[in-house]
């Protein structure tokens, strides 16, 4: 699903970091919806927890540069919560290429 | 009817095998809804999944804004 480089880079551009995160972290809660309902569903558990490890390593990748994105994760000196952007700040509300709207 | 079928015949992929079309309902009741048991088929990547809304391709069904009076989302 990801591409192996993706992951990879050390240091992926921010703003294309946070669209992956933002990518992965919507197709975990589709999953996750469905696993509600279909919790035998061998396929749908492996795709899921694939995910899974890659919304941790994208998301651990993007707080060792760039800062916590939620309450519980490390930060480096100085504190780094206080970065930008903010989530009402067009830099975190990303439009999507070909998105007609 | 035939107006409904042809808009999701238009914007949606061919989904036929995907999604169970034996399915028979016995001693139907009025006022019940009545939603087919999703089967896993393929999944789209996370990006397209973004962009499309959700992660099962049988369940990508796009409103068309140009037929209703509809404004776009304010650009940033």
């Known amino acids: ?101 | 009817m035939a107006k409904d079928k042809n808009i999701y015949t238009v914007n949606c992929p061919p989904v036929d095998t995907c999604i169970p079309q034996e399915m028979i309902i016995r001693n139907v009741r009025l006022a019940a809804a009545y939603v087919p048991y999703q089967q896993l088929c393929t999944l789209l990547s996370p990006m397209e999944a973004l962009k499309h809304g959700t992660i099962f391709p049988e369940l990508y069904s796009p409103y068309e804004g140009k037929d209703k009076k509809y404004k776009p989302v304010s650009k940033c």
């Open chain 1, 1 to 101: 699903m990801l591409e192996g480089g993706t992951i990879m880079d050390a240091k992926m551009n921010k703003k294309e970091l946070l669209k992956e995160i933002t990518a992965v972290h919507f197709s975990l809660i589709d999953l996750h919806l469905y696993l509600n309902t279909h919790p035998t569903d061998q396929n749908a558990l492996v795709s899921y927890n694939s995910l899974v490890t890659n919304a941790r390593i994208l998301k651990e990748n993007y707080e060792k540069f760039y800062g916590p994105l939620s309450y519980g994760s490390y930060s480096p000196y100085p504190w780094q919560w206080i970065n930008e952007p903010w989530p009402w700040e067009c830099e975190a509300n990303f439009k999507l290429c070909g998105e007609e709207r």
